[in-house]
């Protein structure tokens, strides 16, 4: 078993390793993407300050805090977009035939597929991020907090997208669905949660768990609480096994489309 998931991560580390080569081909065009990705969102930084200088607080969050939780957003969306940009398109791929030349080869067929091209300005929201925590007040243990969260936050927003994805093997238009959580997943992110009640503030915690990713991180990271702490964990290690679950389920069902396409 160990000897499995080591192999897997292996697997796992070259695949991101020879995308990255790929985009790095053109290194002009690497680094603009990384570079114009952090200005695009330090925009928002203008914004807080207009309307920070209106008020004392937005939702309960100071200015600083914004900052953690934009920083926060940033950096899930980064490790998500960034090691597993495919899940995001995950739902295509079922609905075209597109997962045969995955099939054929002696990997794990999900992870094959979601790890087979990297987004490069996603590195830009990850230096965002760790940026957005230097100006909140960087500490080792925040440090280190922030590294987990961010980690847990990408795992949380991709095993979303292929848990949804996953039921275009049995819906055809389920990728609508998938495209909308996505598109809520992000949006929701980078507001504070204290704007939203009830069974908004409840969905945003369960069915779009944007709450775990985001929220629960950045009240962590402010007042540190362990047992808030290992249900961001559990629930993180929880929906990878779910969207597994999913993804093979619903791969007994799959349809081929008979492409010949070489995959490296």
């Not at 760790?130 to 847990?152: D, E, K, Q, S, V």
């Not at 629930?235 to 990878?240: D, E, F, N, S």
Request: proline share 2%; glycine share 6%; charged share 15%.
């Amino acid at each position: 078993m160990l000897m499995e998931v080591k192999n897997q991560l292996r697997v796992f580390g070259l695949s991101v390793k020879y995308a990255l080569m790929r985009e790095m081909l053109n290194k002009v065009t690497f680094i603009t993407n990384i570079l114009f990705m952090i200005l695009n969102n330090a925009c928002f930084i203008v914004q807080m300050l207009v309307l920070f200088s209106l008020k004392e607080d937005v939702g309960g969050y100071s200015f600083r805090e914004m900052l953690l939780l934009w920083g926060m957003a940033a950096g899930t969306y980064g490790v998500s977009r960034f090691f597993f940009k495919n899940s995001f398109s995950l739902s295509d791929t079922i609905n075209n035939g597109k997962l045969d030349a995955y099939l054929v080869q002696p990997k794990n067929v999900l992870i094959s597929s979601i790890t087979n091209e990297v987004e490069t300005s996603a590195i830009g929201d990850i230096i965002y991020a760790y940026i957005m925590l230097f100006a909140y007040g960087f500490t080792i243990p925040r440090f280190i907090l922030y590294t987990i969260f961010i980690i847990c936050g990408g795992l949380i927003l991709t095993s979303i997208s292929v848990i949804f994805s996953s039921l275009s093997f049995w819906f055809s238009k389920s990728d609508a669905i998938t495209e909308r959580v996505n598109s809520i997943m992000i949006h929701f992110a980078t507001y504070p949660d204290g704007i939203f009640k009830g069974i908004v503030k409840i969905i945003l915690f369960t069915i779009i768990p944007v709450g775990l990713a985001n929220y629960l991180p950045v009240r962590i990271i402010r007042e540190f609480n362990i047992n808030l702490f290992l249900i961001v964990i559990i629930v993180t290690i929880l929906l990878i096994v779910i969207s597994f679950i999913m993804f093979y389920k619903g791969l007994k069902k799959y349809s081929s489309s008979n492409l010949m396409i070489a995959r490296m």
